[in-house]
């Protein structure tokens, strides 16, 4: 029965060390708010941070003590959901310009004591993921299992993929682009310019405690028309009236929609600082991931394999954009699946088609290839070695297999600690006398199914993982299986 990860809270790093930005300008420190569900495996293996969208934070799971909203993605972060705690470590952060406890515009300026405000430097999709990047090393992790978002939170999950090729296996993107269009530019400036053409934006300058709620409350009204379709409006609202039986003829609140765009616009001011709107807005125009003009060319150098979900009904990040990403992403190869989802809900689908999204991210996810769970880097010993020398390698790295290759670098064999130990109980003298040279091997692109299937038929328990010129690339054993297919709980 799929659950709650619980009562959670939101942690805070901060790094001393200058982020350079895209734009050339230094933030220093940079803090981030982050907040982890489940727990990281000893290989560490099994991290997928999950990105926020405009407006979100690190509270994506679970509740806040004393709260009875859970966070923002609790359909699909938690015991059993797609985002399965009892198998994953999850991290979502605040984005960098947010102002949701990591560093934005709201911070104090270490050179004066005083808000950034509008000293703070333009930041991009890139320079966010940048700083996530930090947070992921400082946990420990070189490489995640998955990246995930939807909106902003899925250009961010492509950013990783292009910034970070060696450091992402999988990425979903949800109701999002590789490239802000003219019109969704157009609604972000129309945001912008509800905030600075109120007086009380004072040039950004604003007390904390009056800040330009006019403005601020306008540029969400003006948002969440966008987040929703025309369809879902029809069906919440029609053409009902607000508290009254006819039409006032005059410019009171009349109609449903209008009191619920209020009420929107006015749980937004209490929630959201009105410079980190203009911050974030900038960041989604300035996203493009197309190099001279190409996306096929952006996407050139990825290695993650995708799954690519739109919404039959969003009008603000059409289907056909995401088809743009499925199209740009096979032509370099890569491992990719799409679906258009149906939902009447338009773009914020992506925070409550649960069902939908659990089916489908659960598919992807659990379809595990030999390559998301091998170990790169584990010890090989060449032919003309040593019984005393694979003996060493193994108790030095702690493992209990050792392929052996040729001088060429191809796989000629393999030596087991049975081996070393039937070595000395017979007293051979070479590797060769006791190196099996018929290997059983994996592939890093076959399933992770197949390869234990294997294993098992066979009594093995880890198989050398070669290329196409039997170049061992990795290891895979049934421990490191167990752990991430198995539920830890
Ligand atoms: C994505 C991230 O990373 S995090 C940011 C995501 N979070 C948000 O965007 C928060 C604001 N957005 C929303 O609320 C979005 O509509 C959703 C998608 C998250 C929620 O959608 P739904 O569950 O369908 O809620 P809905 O849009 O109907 O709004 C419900 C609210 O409108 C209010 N409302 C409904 N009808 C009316 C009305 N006629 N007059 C006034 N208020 C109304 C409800 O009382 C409710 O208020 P509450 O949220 O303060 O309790
Ligand atoms: N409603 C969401 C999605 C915007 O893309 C938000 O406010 O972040």
């Known amino acids: 029965m799929p659950g709650s990860v619980g009562t959670v809270r939101t942690e805070y790093a901060t790094f001393p060390a200058p982020l350079t930005l895209e734009s050339g300008a230094v933030l220093a420190p940079v803090t981030i708010a982050y907040e982890t569900y489940g727990r990281l495996n000893r290989e560490k293996s099994n991290a997928i941070l999950v990105c926020h969208a405009l407006t979100g934070d690190a509270h994506a799971a679970g509740f806040h003590e004393g709260e009875t909203r859970p966070g923002w993605w609790d359909g699909v972060v938690g015991p059993g959901k797609a ?20 560093t934005g515009p709201a911070s104090a300026n270490p050179a004066t004591g005083r808000p950034y405000a509008l ?18 090393e400082h946990l420990g992790i070189n490489c995640l299992a998955a990246v995930a978002g939807g909106s902003m939170g899925g250009m961010q999950a492509l950013q990783w993929a292009v910034a970070y090729p060696e450091a992402v296996r999988k990425v979903i993107a949800i109701a999002t682009t590789a490239r802000s269009t003219a019109q969704q530019i157009a609604f972000n400036e129309v945001g912008r310019q509800a905030i600075t053409t109120d007086p ?46 006819s039409v006032g003829y005059g410019f009171a609140t009349e109609f449903q929609v209008e009191s ?30 197309a190099v001279d003009d190409s996306l096929a060319a952006g996407f050139s150098g990825v290695k993650a394999s995708f799954l690519v979900v739109s919404v039959s009904s969003d009008w603000l990040y059409p289907p056909y954009q995401s088809e743009e990403i499925v199209n740009a992403l096979a032509a370099n190869g890569v491992d990719v699946q799409y679906c258009e989802i149906r939902s009447n809900y338009g773009h914020d689908a992506f925070l409550l088609e649960n069902g939908q999204l659990n089916y489908l991210i659960s598919a992807f996810l659990d379809h595990l290839l030999v390559r998301d769970v091998m170990e790169t880097g584990a010890p090989t010993i060449v032919e003309r070695a040593s019984i005393n020398d694979a003996a060493r390698i193994m108790i030095e790295n702690a493992v209990n297999h050792l392929p052996v290759l040729a001088e060429r670098g191809d796989l000629v064999g393999i030596v087991t600690s049975w081996d070393i130990a039937k070595a000395v109980a017979c007293g051979y003298g070479s590797l060769d006398e006791i190196m099996s040279r018929s290997v059983v091997t994996a592939s890093p692109d076959e399933s992770v199914t197949e390869a234990a299937r294997r294993m098992e038929e066979r009594s093995i328990s880890a198989l050398p993982v070669v290329d196409a010129d039997r170049r061992v690339i990795g290891l895979i054993s049934s421990d490191a299986i167990s752990t991430l297919i198995g539920r830890c709980a």
Request: proline share 4%.
């Open 119 to 136: 000293t703070f430097p333009v930041i991009t999709i890139r320079d966010m993921v940048r700083a996530q990047k930090r947070l992921i």
């Open 260 to 289: 619920y765009l209020h009420h929107q616009g006015d749980t937004f001011t209490r929630r959201f600082d009105p410079n980190s709107y203009l911050y974030i807005t900038r960041a989604l125009d300035y996203f493009d991931l």
């Open 200 to 245: 009380a934006w004072a040039g950004g300058d604003y007390p904390a405690d009056s800040p330009p709620v006019q403005g601020l409350r306008l540029a969400r009204m003006i948002g969440h028309i966008t987040y929703l379709s025309d369809g879902a409006m029809r069906e919440k609202f029609g053409r009902n009236l607000q508290d009254r039986e």
């Open 83 to 102: 985002f399965d705690t009892d198998r994953y470590y999850v991290i979502c952060s605040n984005v960098i310009g947010g102002c949701k406890g990591s």
